[in-house]
Nanobody, 119 residues
Framework: QVQLVESGGGLVQAGGSLRLSCAAS????????MGWYRQAPGKQRELVATISSIGSTNYADSVKGRFTISKNNAQNTVSLQMNSLKPEDAAVYYC?????????????WGQGTQVTVSS
């Protein structure tokens, strides 16, 4: 079974940094793409950053220039380096991975890690 486990969340002051990690069970090469999503209280879950199996990345406009997504195929991990954190970045961050076979997409999710940013 696919298992995604996030770590690295915590409390940080505005302007600080955190690095989130997502460890996958088994090779991440089987995934078409992976990414990070976040959900703040009372808000919809939103995409933060994605990275494809070949390394192409995309970011939400709100985090461009501040966050960096990367992956380590040997360690089966995906990370999110978050710099210059703002209070509005506070949320539960979820690791995502998905497969895409022909027209069928299947998503897998971690249980989330809390990021709190104090002003």
């Amino acid at each position: 079974q696919v298992q995604l486990v996030e770590s690295g969340g915590g409390l940080v002051q505005a302007g600080g940094s955190l690095r989130l990690s997502c460890a996958a069970s088994g090779s991440i090469s089987r995934f078409y793409g992976m990414g990070w999503y976040r959900q703040a209280p009372g808000k919809q879950r939103e995409l933060v950053a994605t990275i494809s199996s070949i390394g192409s990345t995309n970011y939400a406009d709100s985090v461009k220039g501040r966050f960096t997504i990367s992956k380590n195929n040997a360690q089966n991990t995906v990370s999110l380096q978050m710099n210059s954190l703002k209070p509005e970045d506070a949320a539960v961050y979820y690791c995502n991975a998905y497969t895409k076979i022909i027209a069928t997409r299947v998503d897998y999710w971690g249980q989330g890690t809390q990021v709190t940013v104090s002003s």
